[in-house]
């Protein structure tokens, strides 16, 4: 069984103090770092781009980033994360003209492709492109903020997505993101998912009574996780 990799999202971090959070976040036990990415026309919100990546490896951050672009269109800036110090870059399937190109450019610049699937986003477009993918991200909210509610849907979407992985016989991720909290992820473990992003669930309450350090609450992930297959 793969291993379970617990992804921050930064979304929920202190931007002012950026470099220190994800070098915090990452010191308490996290796997690797989540960085969402909003252009204000895909979703109604706007973040950070590959300048921040960059800024981020300057700084020293050596975990993977794990790049979600809600942008539309997607191909253009890929190369620019890339260059930035991405290791996955994810994209949802509608922002895209030509999704097998998407994938195929992705992994031509040296990073882990996926594709992201939005609550009423149908699995069906794994079906002809499995062998192009490293991750599957499913959304348990609507993209576009942190601090919204798991929707129990992704549930059953989740094991479905897992047998669409395990008789692929491919190396692919099984990402959740939207709503992880210590008190549901061992159920979506067991639903299938291997790698949690969680922003609010981290950043927002998890702080130890040292503001810089989250060890407790992925400590407490750990633990809820701990003996629950998939
Ligand atoms: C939402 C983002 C998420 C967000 C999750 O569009 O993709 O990564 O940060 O935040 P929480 O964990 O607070 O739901
Ligand atoms: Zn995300």
Do not use: W
């Given at each position: 069984m793969a291993a379970d990799l617990i992804a921050p999202s930064i979304l929920s971090a202190d931007f002012a103090r950026l470099g220190e959070e994800v070098e915090n976040v990452l010191a308490s036990g996290a796997d690797i770092v989540h960085f969402d990415v909003m252009d204000?026309?895909?979703?109604?919100n706007l973040t950070i781009g590959p300048l921040v990546c960059e800024a981020l490896r300057k700084h020293g951050v050596t975990a993977p980033i794990d790049v979600h672009l809600m942008v539309k269109?997607?191909?253009?800036i890929i190369p620019d994360f890339a260059a930035a110090g991405a290791d996955y870059i994810t994209f949802h399937p509608e922002a895209s003209e030509h999704i097998d190109r998407t994938l195929q450019l992705i992994r031509s610049q040296g990073c882990k492709s996926g594709l992201v699937f939005n609550p009423?986003?149908?699995?069906?477009?794994l079906d002809y492109v499995m062998d192009k993918v490293d991750m599957v991200l499913l959304m348990s909210v609507n993209p576009g903020f942190g601090g919204q509610s798991f929707i129990p849907a992704t549930m059953g979407k989740l094991r479905q997505a897992r047998q669409m992985i395990e008789a692929s016989g491919c190396d692919i991720r099984l990402e959740i993101d939207g709503g992880v909290k210590v008190d549901n992820i061992a159920e979506i473990k067991a639903a299938g998912a291997d790698t949690f992003v969680s922003g609010s669930g981290i950043f927002g309450k998890g702080?130890?009574?040292?503001?810089?350090?989250?060890d407790s609450i992925i400590r407490e992930m750990r633990e809820a996780m701990a003996g629950v297959g998939r």
């Amino acid at each position: 069984m793969a291993a379970d990799l617990i992804a921050p999202s930064i979304l929920s971090a202190d931007f002012a103090r950026l470099g220190e959070e994800v070098e915090n976040v990452l010191a308490s036990g996290a796997d690797i770092v989540h960085f969402d990415v909003m252009d204000n026309h895909y979703v109604p919100n706007l973040t950070i781009g590959p300048l921040v990546c960059e800024a981020l490896r300057k700084h020293g951050v050596t975990a993977p980033i794990d790049v979600h672009l809600m942008v539309k269109p997607v191909d253009r800036i890929i190369p620019d994360f890339a260059a930035a110090g991405a290791d996955y870059i994810t994209f949802h399937p509608e922002a895209s003209e030509h999704i097998d190109r998407t994938l195929q450019l992705i992994r031509s610049q040296g990073c882990k492709s996926g594709l992201v699937f939005n609550p009423a986003t149908p699995l069906s477009y794994l079906d002809y492109v499995m062998d192009k993918v490293d991750m599957v991200l499913l959304m348990s909210v609507n993209p576009g903020f942190g601090g919204q509610s798991f929707i129990p849907a992704t549930m059953g979407k989740l094991r479905q997505a897992r047998q669409m992985i395990e008789a692929s016989g491919c190396d692919i991720r099984l990402e959740i993101d939207g709503g992880v909290k210590v008190d549901n992820i061992a159920e979506i473990k067991a639903a299938g998912a291997d790698t949690f992003v969680s922003g609010s669930g981290i950043f927002g309450k998890g702080r130890d009574s040292d503001p810089n350090r989250y060890d407790s609450i992925i400590r407490e992930m750990r633990e809820a996780m701990a003996g629950v297959g998939r």
